[in-house]
């Protein structure tokens, strides 16, 4: 079966850096998104991952490992307005998007 | 702002109630879906429209009924709900639905509890 994989929460301090696993089983694989939702409001695009390595966008960046079947979203210098749920969703052979139930990370002064 | 407007935010109905969800996009898209999100569950994909045709039902029990009629606007008519389909109704859209992988945007939700 198809299946991702990520905490359900997590615990960082403002400032510091934090990494949100997620791995993911798919019947194929065109790649991985990430998204973020602040409490009562909708998801939002952060990246876009199909090749290995590393993208960078300003404090976030987003890594994926084909062969391992894994991704992380890595948040630099965090602020309290970081604080939300960030959700991976893989994206199989049909381009069906396969969601994770989402990581909620609360930053704390 | 997203692009995609959803109302209302919020809706209590009784399980004999009938209600609509409406949802529009303002950003030229031809893919609009419904997904169901729970309390520390994945999102549930329940409809797809691609280009107004419904392209996916994914096991939804008759009593949510989409309607599509035009690529901007999305609804959902809800009949005689159960306790359990309480939960945050999510709209989105994508530039097409298929053989690339494309982002979808989200509107903010309905929260729907059913008493």
């Known amino acids: 079966g198809q299946n991702i994989d990520q905490p359900t929460e997590m615990t960082a301090t403002e400032g510091a850096i934090v990494q949100i696993n997620c791995t993911y089983q798919t019947s194929g694989f065109n790649g991985l998104f990430w998204y973020q939702q602040h409490a009562g409001e909708a998801p939002t695009f952060l990246s876009y991952?199909?090749l290995d390595g590393l993208e960078e966008k300003g404090r976030f960046s987003s890594f994926l490992s084909r062969s391992k079947g894994y991704s992380y979203l890595l948040l630099k210098e965090l602020q309290m307005k970081d604080s939300a749920s960030y959700l991976c969703?893989?994206?199989?052979?049909?381009?069906?998007?396969?969601w994770g139930a989402g990581t909620k990370l609360i930053i704390k002064p | 702002e997203t692009g995609v407007t959803q109302t209302p935010r919020h809706l209590v109905m009784g399980m004999t109630n009938k209600k609509s969800l409406k949802c529009e996009q303002h950003l030229g898209h031809n893919a609009m879906y419904w997904y169901k999100q729970s309390a520390k569950k994945p999102l549930e994909l329940m409809f797809v429209y691609n280009f107004k045709e419904q392209t996916e039902n994914n096991s939804v029990p008759s009593r949510f009924s989409p309607e599509c009629p035009n690529s901007s606007h999305l609804f959902l008519h809800l009949h005689t709900l159960q306790p359990e389909d309480s939960a945050l109704y999510l709209c989105?859209?994508?530039?097409?639905?298929?053989?690339?992988?494309?982002?979808?945007?989200f509107g903010d939700g309905t929260r729907l509890s059913i008493l």
């Open positions: 969703a893989g994206i199989d052979s049909n381009y069906q998007l396969i």
């Open positions: 991952n199909v």
């Open positions: 989105a859209s994508s530039q097409d639905r298929g053989t690339v992988a494309l982002p979808q945007h």
